[in-house]
Nanobody
Framework: QVQLVESGGGLVQAGGSLRLSCAAS????????MAWFRQAPGKERELVAR????????SYADSVTGRFTISRDNAKNTAYLQMDSLKREDTAVYYC???????????WGQGTQVTVSS
């Protein structure tokens, strides 16, 4: 099994920045892709960003392209989400996910709240 623990959420003003971290433990050899999802109240969970094992391949939701950056440090089994130029609509619970392929998510973190105030 793999355990994922997020940290770094909080309250920030619009235009500000936050960096989320996701630390993986357990059978981390099963992880190929790491990703960040988010879910706002009353909305479906959406994929925000994902990154391949090597870190070379990344993808982003249109709504965050140019503002968010995903990265990973395999030596620390940790993924990061740098969020800049935050907007009120970025307010959500952010979840870390991981899986053995580019499209499959087998492991989830407990979520961390990000609140952007105007």
């Amino acid at each position: 099994q793999v355990q994922l623990v997020e940290s770094g959420g909080g309250l920030v003003q619009a235009g500000g920045s936050l960096r989320l971290s996701c630390a993986a433990s357990g059978r981390t050899s099963r992880i190929y892709t790491m990703a960040w999802f988010r879910q706002a109240p009353g909305k479906e969970r959406e994929l925000v960003a994902r990154i391949s094992l090597s870190g070379v391949t990344t993808s982003y939701a249109d709504s965050v392209t140019g503002r968010f950056t995903i990265s990973r440090d395999n030596a620390k089994n940790t993924a990061y989400l740098q969020m800049d130029s935050l907007k009120r609509e970025d307010t959500a619970v952010y979840y870390c996910a991981a899986g053995p392929t580019w499209y499959k998510w087998e492991y989830w973190g407990q979520g961390t709240q990000v609140t952007v105030s105007s």
